[in-house]
């Protein structure tokens, strides 16, 4: 009976430890993703400071107004790019909440926990899945966002001298046609990720 009950606990183990590794596994994969859009905004300083010159040399654009014309298309999304690693942190320390939850669990009736342990699985999986959706939503829209970005002054450079003030307006008009409703839903994914966080510590203080 006894070595049934050991080997109970070291399954047990087992699954907390493999949770654990996925956990840390998907914060990975996040944080190079969050890494790899932060890399783009470095080559967005480059080319604004190329382009921001040129039209001052070229087109008498003083620097100051060519700030105005593009600040708030870049000012909004490095607002987003950047609270991309605080958003990984939090899913990350939401599932550190649930680790540090199933190992108490496991100190205490082993019999109790492998009876309970079905239930608790499927809820913990649920919730890990939509914590890791509603970053994954995030860091794709916020991809797109430094895309569309790069894609329009990257066209602009390759103008050359040729390039004119019309043409900056032209690509900061086209970046702005991003309908309202995506920016709404894109301010929902971090308070989605922000009120997950908090379920997850919800449900598992009411387990224990």
């Given at each position: 009976m006894q070595d049934k009950k050991n080997k109970e606990i070291r399954a047990l183990g087992?699954?907390?430890?493999?949770?654990?590794?996925?956990?840390?596994?998907?914060?990975?994969?996040?944080?190079?993703?969050?890494?790899?859009l932060a890399g783009l905004?470095?080559?967005q300083d480059v080319m604004?400071?190329?382009l921001r010159n040129t039209l001052a040399q070229r087109r008498s654009l003083r620097h100051k107004d060519f700030d105005l014309l593009v600040g708030h298309i870049i000012s909004e999304r490095r607002e987003r790019l950047e609270a991309l690693p605080l958003l990984v942190q939090d899913f990350r320390r939401a599932e550190l909440v649930v680790v540090s939850k199933l190992r108490q669990l496991l100190k205490g009736n082993a019999a109790d926990f492998a009876q309970a342990w079905p239930e608790l699985k499927k809820q913990m999986l649920?919730?890990?899945?939509?914590?890791?959706?509603?970053v994954a939503r995030a860091l794709k829209r916020v991809h797109i966002e430094q895309e569309e970005l790069c894609r329009g002054l990257k066209g602009?450079?390759?103008k050359g001298e040729r390039v004119r003030i019309a043409d900056l307006k032209a690509v900061v008009r086209e970046i702005n046609a991003v309908s309202p409703q995506e920016m709404v839903d894109l301010a929902g994914v971090f308070r989605d990720c922000e009120s997950a966080c908090i379920e997850v510590s919800e449900v598992w203080q009411k387990v224990v």
């Open positions: 087992e699954l907390i430890k493999g949770y654990e590794n996925r956990v840390k596994l998907v914060t990975e994969y996040m944080t190079q993703a969050a890494d790899l905004r470095k080559e604004l400071r190329q649920s919730l890990q899945r939509m914590r890791e959706r509603n602009l450079l390759a």
